[in-house]
């Protein structure tokens, strides 16, 4: 059955601090597509990355980077040096790409607070 | 860029009431999505639809239905609002390479 799991419901630290966020799933196919998306208090998803299955290289975005480990079916995410604006809720999700109808699988999110 | 548009931000119902949440999306594609999003939940799917007049459940479709006569318009219904409808309402359209763009949201609120 496929599912995605964050474990961890809300992580608050301090400005300027390293955070990772955590993503654990499960699928049946062996080809698929892993996002994340930032929904900031506004509301409106923000869409970050997707990571194809058969590419298992890191991804660095300025603070933001990517560990994809398909032995552990995980897709890590960390942001360095923290600003207040990445306080927001993070979600995981996964597309199963032999699902023809593009379906997603969501994590139930995560909820980051920067503190100043 | 793709646009999904919801018709309301915000929107409040009385119990009983019928509810239509309208979404439309400008670029012609045909999968469509309603999601529902409720703290520690995540989103769940309550329908969605591939082509004109066709749909699907998804995985909490009771209390709704749907409607997508033209493919640019994909329309959420509460036939009876209840109170554990209270929610947030998110539309998405997804293209053939995978790319998801999302509503900026609908929060309903049932009194």
């Known amino acids: 059955a496929q599912k995605v799991t964050q474990a961890q419901t809300e992580i608050s630290v301090v400005e300027k601090e390293d955070v990772t966020l955590d993503c654990v799933y499960e699928?049946?196919?062996?080809?698929?597509?892993l996002f994340w998306y930032k929904q900031p208090p506004s509301g409106e998803l923000v869409f970050l990355i997707r990571r194809n299955s058969f590419d298992e290289q890191n991804e660095i975005s300025g603070r933001y980077s990517w560990n994809f480990q398909k032995s552990t079916s995980s897709f890590n995410f960390t942001i360095t040096a923290s600003q207040v604006v990445d306080s927001a809720v993070y979600f995981c999700?996964?597309?199963?790409?032999?699902?023809?109808?593009?379906?997603?699988?969501w994590g139930a999110g995560t909820k980051l607070i920067i503190k100043p | 860029d793709v646009k999904v548009t919801q018709s309301s931000r915000y929107l409040v119902k009385r119990t009983g009431e019928k509810v239509f949440l309208e979404c439309v999306q400008d670029m012609d594609h045909e999968n469509m999505f309603w999601y529902r999003q409720d703290p520690g939940l995540g989103l769940r799917l309550i329908y969605f639809s591939y082509d004109v007049k066709m749909k699907e459940k998804g995985d909490i479709p009771e209390g709704y239905s749907v409607s997508r006569e033209k493919k640019e318009r994909f329309s959420l219904i509460l036939e009876s609002a209840s109170t554990n409808q209270t929610s947030m309402y998110l539309c998405a359209t997804v293209g053939a390479n995978y790319g998801y763009t999302f509503g900026s949201g609908t929060r309903l609120t049932v009194v």
């Open positions: 999700a996964l597309s199963e790409i032999m699902d023809s109808n593009y379906q997603l699988i």
């Open positions: 699928t049946r196919d062996t080809t698929y597509y």
